[in-house]
């Protein structure tokens, strides 16, 4: 059985730099997207260190003709994607009264289109070949409505429908789809995600406690190498299923939303207190909050 080639998207930092390596070590022909090379020294160090390689092509999947060109240079040194791993994504603060058509748009058009445009690079052979995985790297806040983040809800949300229609669309050529719903994992993406516009002032609360969330998440964040881990189980398993949830709250979050009743979503927002918010949230979710 020849080794599988594998794209992993945004291997430069976090998850995609962790999958890239996982998957590396573990038999696969990786090839990592960066916007730079000349900035992906982390990445070639950790794949050093592993005893791996990383191959690397430059691609911003924010960009149709960056994502053409990039494709073309992987079948040009590979001859075909086996796995794609669509991990390249961005953060999106802000509620959904002071948000506009433009910041959604934005990080839609990376976290939502870039991942579409990758796997349209990629299907035609997969259809072709009769064998593929695509492996979608949505979010907790995919499932639920995560406050004060709307673009980010937003995009990976509708990440979430695409994939599960991918899913059923590709099932009769024998591509598989897999969908990875992380909650808070070790990762730069938080570091960046510091915006809290709150231009009338009103939505201090809101803003307090995402940043609260994610204060929590941090303290208790799982290694970006546990993803990896479960994409790799994703791609290889002889039992695959659709979704796979990991890292800190995933799993807690997503069951407790399904079971809840949609007035006590709703009551929750209504909360004054942050007290009384944490201590309803670890009710809900079994989730503690608390500093």
């Given at each position: 059985?020849?080794?599988?080639i594998?794209?992993?998207?945004?291997?430069?930092?976090?998850?995609?730099?962790?999958?890239?390596?996982?998957?590396?070590?573990?038999?696969?022909?990786?090839?990592?997207?960066?916007r730079?090379?000349?900035?992906?020294?982390?990445?070639?160090?950790?794949?050093?260190?592993?005893?791996?390689?990383?191959d690397?092509?430059?691609?911003?999947?924010?960009?149709?003709?960056?994502?053409?060109?990039?494709?073309?240079?992987?079948?040009?040194?590979?001859?075909?994607?086996?796995?794609?791993?669509?991990?390249?994504?961005?953060?999106?603060n802000?509620?959904?009264?002071e948000?506009?058509?433009?910041?959604?748009?934005?990080?839609?058009?990376?976290?939502?289109?870039?991942?579409?445009?990758?796997?349209?690079?990629?299907?035609?052979?997969?259809?072709?070949?009769?064998?593929?995985?695509?492996v979608?790297?949505?979010?907790?806040?995919?499932?639920?409505?995560?406050?004060?983040?709307?673009?980010?809800?937003?995009?990976?949300?509708?990440?979430?429908?695409?994939?599960?229609e991918?899913?059923?669309?590709?099932?009769?050529?024998?591509?598989?789809?897999?969908?990875i719903?992380?909650?808070?994992?070790?990762?730069?993406?938080?570091?960046?995600?510091?915006?809290?516009?709150?231009?009338?002032?009103?939505?201090?609360?809101?803003?307090?406690?995402?940043?609260?969330?994610?204060?929590?998440?941090?303290?208790?964040?799982?290694?970006?190498?546990?993803?990896?881990?479960?994409?790799?189980?994703?791609?290889?398993?002889?039992?695959?299923t659709?979704?796979?949830?990991?890292?800190?709250?995933?799993?807690?979050?997503?069951?407790g939303?399904?079971?809840?009743?949609?007035?006590?979503?709703?009551a929750?927002?209504?909360?004054?207190?942050?007290?009384?918010?944490?201590?309803?949230?670890?009710?809900?979710?079994?989730?503690?909050l608390?500093?």
């Open positions: 059985m020849s080794t599988p594998t794209v992993v998207t945004g291997a430069n930092s976090g998850i995609g730099r962790a999958t890239a390596v996982h998957l590396a070590a573990n038999g696969h022909t990786v090839v990592g997207t960066v730079s090379i000349d900035k992906a020294e982390k990445l070639n160090a950790m794949a050093a260190d592993a005893g791996v390689t990383v690397l092509v430059e691609l911003d999947v924010a960009d149709g003709d960056s994502v053409r060109a990039g494709f073309a240079e992987v079948f040009a040194r590979h001859g075909r994607v086996d796995h794609l791993v669509n991990n390249a994504g961005v953060g999106g802000g509620v959904v009264e948000t506009s058509p433009k910041q959604f748009l934005d990080v839609m058009n990376v976290d939502l289109c870039g991942a579409v445009r990758c796997a349209q690079a990629v299907l035609p052979q997969m259809r072709e070949r009769g064998s593929g995985t695509i979608n790297i949505t979010s907790v806040a995919g499932c639920f409505g995560a406050l004060a983040q709307a673009p980010y809800v937003a995009s990976k949300w509708a990440l979430e429908g695409v994939s599960e991918l899913a059923l669309e590709v099932a009769p050529f024998g591509i598989r789809v897999a969908i719903e992380p909650g808070v994992t070790k990762s730069a993406i938080f570091a960046k995600n510091t915006d809290a516009v709150n231009e009338s002032g009103a939505y201090d609360a809101q803003y307090r406690r995402m940043f609260g969330f994610y204060a929590a998440g941090i303290r208790q964040a799982t290694p970006a190498e546990e993803v990896a881990e479960v994409i790799l189980h994703a791609i290889e398993t002889d039992q695959p659709l979704r796979y949830s990991v890292s800190w709250a995933a799993s807690e979050i997503i069951a939303r399904s079971r809840m009743a949609e007035g006590d979503w709703v929750l927002g209504a909360l004054e207190s942050d007290d009384e918010y944490v201590a309803r949230f670890k009710e809900l979710f079994d989730v503690d608390s500093s």
